[in-house]
């Protein structure tokens, strides 16, 4: 089964992202660094906690049962027991499945998480490792369902806050919509365009980081 990226992106739209990239850094010093991650944590609660919650959901089920409807002969218990462990299996099964999985972790852990691994990206990409710190990262994270667009400081004391929510709202709108490709070449000629019309300009650039978009499995 193809991982969640390789169905999101094709080979034809990484390379799309990585020219309008390169076509975006002609108009401004700043350095665009576009990253996905498949997802940002393991998540390595949610079985345990899905098979739990699952498994007393069954056992409630069947002793509920077992009071309505009488045992048909069999102990009572016994019932009860294997309504337990129908819970469990099930409420594993349905942790596989990314909706519940989402439910069941929470939005807070949710944007907890993501937020901690846009802020790892931020330094494991050296966003921040350019002459007059105007790099900026677009982070997509697909289990999650969060998007983050962090500036470093030579451009956050020129730019607004707000104007990078708006952006990172746009880019999510696209993602829901199914055109992920589109929607990321549209924030970064976004983010250009944002640079420019706060005087970061393209006089005397140079390419100071990779216009590949990384694309993290782990």
Partial sequence: MPRRID????????????????????????????????????????GWKAALIGGAVGALCAVFAVWRFGGWGAPDYLWTLIGLQLGLVLGWVASRFDIVARR??????????????????????????????????????????RVFVL??????????????????GELALGLRRGTPAPALIHAVKRCADLLVEHGVSALDRENELPDEPRFRRD
């Fill in 7 to 46: 169905r999101f992106f094709s080979n034809a739209d990484r390379e799309a992202i990585r020219a309008a990239t390169t076509s975006a850094e002609r108009e401004t010093a700043g350095e665009l660094v576009v990253y996905v991650a498949e997802r940002c944590d393991p998540h390595a609660e949610l």
């Fill in 104 to 145: 069941l972790i929470g939005s807070e852990a949710l944007d907890s998480r993501a937020e901690s691994r846009a802020a790892e990206a931020f330094l494991e990409e050296q966003v921040f490792a350019t002459r007059d710190r105007t790099g900026v990262l677009i982070f997509v994270a697909l289990f999650e369902h």
């Fill in 151 to 168: 500036a470093d400081e030579g451009i956050n004391e020129r730019v607004d806050d707000d104007a990078w929510t708006e952006i990172s």
